[in-house]
């Protein structure tokens, strides 16, 4: 079995900061590519960005320039810096990771129950 949590959201300020973490545990032999998803109200889930295992990320235009992903591959865990908020941003964020299982060779998709992230005066 393999587990992934998502945590660090809650309700900031627009223009202010917030970092969601993403610990991916149980039986994992190695993880691939890592990414954050989110989905707003009556909106269909769209990727905010991802990261591979060296540590190269690509991000959507919406968000560029003021997030930032990274991920520390000892803890099989991962981080959204997000910076200059803004009230569109507001939405459930969802972390997924691309795991190898012991004893398989096939990478599975995982998700995360998903972090509420509000961005309000």
């Known amino acids: 079995q393999v587990q992934v949590v998502e945590s660090g959201g809650g309700l900031v300020q627009p223009g202010g900061s917030l970092r969601l973490s993403c610990a991916a545990s149980?039986?994992?032999?190695?993880?691939?590519?890592m990414g954050w998803y989110r989905q707003a109200p009556g909106k269909q889930r769209e990727l905010v960005g991802r990261i591979n295992r060296g540590g190269s990320a690509i991000y959507a235009d919406s968000v560029k320039g003021r997030f930032t992903i990274s991920r520390d591959n000892a803890k099989n865990t991962m981080y959204l810096q997000m910076n200059s908020l803004k009230p569109e941003d507001t939405a459930v964020y969802y972390c997924?990771?691309?795991?190898?299982?012991?004893?398989?060779?096939?990478?599975?998709?995982?998700w995360g129950q998903g972090t509420q992230v509000t961005v309000s005066s």
């Open positions: 997924n990771a691309v795991v190898i299982r012991y004893g398989s060779t096939l990478p599975n998709d995982y």
């Open positions: 149980g039986s994992i032999f190695s993880i691939n590519a």
